[in-house]
């Protein structure tokens, strides 16, 4: 089954430490998307990337970095820089931008600082 | 920057009822999507209306545009238990990789 993959579903993190959330497509999607979402609160785009070895930064881009070197993977490493890191993290792709056509979303990563 | 705005921010009702959440947006879209996730879960795609069209169906699910009052809306018909979720909207007004999200509208839906 064609799907988005992260992982770890939870992952606890010690101040002053980098984490990487893992996110893999197997939907040949060029698209694919990092947002945070808060308690209550709606999506926020952290970056994004629309081919292979490029990317955008989105809102709220400060204390986290990414990578695209394969089609098929995106992750996002969460720095010692981003200070209030506790957050729910989505993965998204879409075979062209995400207005025109719908994403399809990972289960999610929830990172808890301790 | 939070262009869609759902409302109500929650709404409980019995099986069996509709349920009508509303969105609406400050500047011009081409399309509008509306989005359901489920507790702790990622988000499932719905329904993608574009600028020109004023109502889509798909199954038990109605959306309405209404671009001169900047408002969209989703109808669930005959609502059952596995309806209980968050419902977002989102808009391209930004871009065609960066949409706008609201911050939803939790449905709970009463057996």
């Known amino acids: 089954d064609g799907g988005i993959t992260q992982s770890p579903k939870y992952l606890f993190r010690k101040e002053g430490q980098n984490v990487t959330l893992s996110c893999e497509q197997n939907l040949n999607h060029d698209a694919m998307y990092w947002y945070r979402q808060d308690p209550g609160q709606g999506l926020r785009l952290i970056y994004y990337?629309?081919?292979?070895?490029?990317?955008q930064k989105g809102d709220i881009a400060e204390g986290y970095s990414v990578s695209r070197e394969k089609k098929e993977s995106f992750p996002l490493t969460v720095t010692s820089a981003q200070k209030n890191p506790t957050a729910f993290y989505l993965c998204a792709s879409s075979s062209q931008g995400q207005g025109t056509i719908p994403m399809t979303f990972g289960s999610g990563t929830r990172l808890t600082v301790v | 920057s939070q262009q869609g705005e759902e409302d109500p921010q929650a709404l409980s009702i019995q099986e069996g009822e509709n349920a009508t959440m509303n969105c609406s947006y400050k500047?011009?879209?081409?399309?509008l999507q509306w989005y359901r996730q489920n507790s702790g879960r990622g988000l499932v795609h719905l329904i993608l209306i574009r600028s020109n069209e004023r109502e889509k169906h798909s199954g038990r699910l109605r959306v309405t545009l209404d671009t001169s009052k900047k408002s969209s809306s989703l109808l669930i018909t005959a609502s059952r238990a596995a309806d209980t979720a968050s419902y977002f909207c989102?808009?391209?007004?930004?871009?065609?990789?960066?949409?706008?999200w609201g911050a939803g509208t939790k449905l709970i839906i009463k057996p």
């Open positions: 500047t011009s879209i081409n399309n």
């Open positions: 989102a808009t391209d007004a930004n871009s065609n990789y960066q949409l706008i």
């Open positions: 990337s629309q081919i292979v070895n490029d990317f």
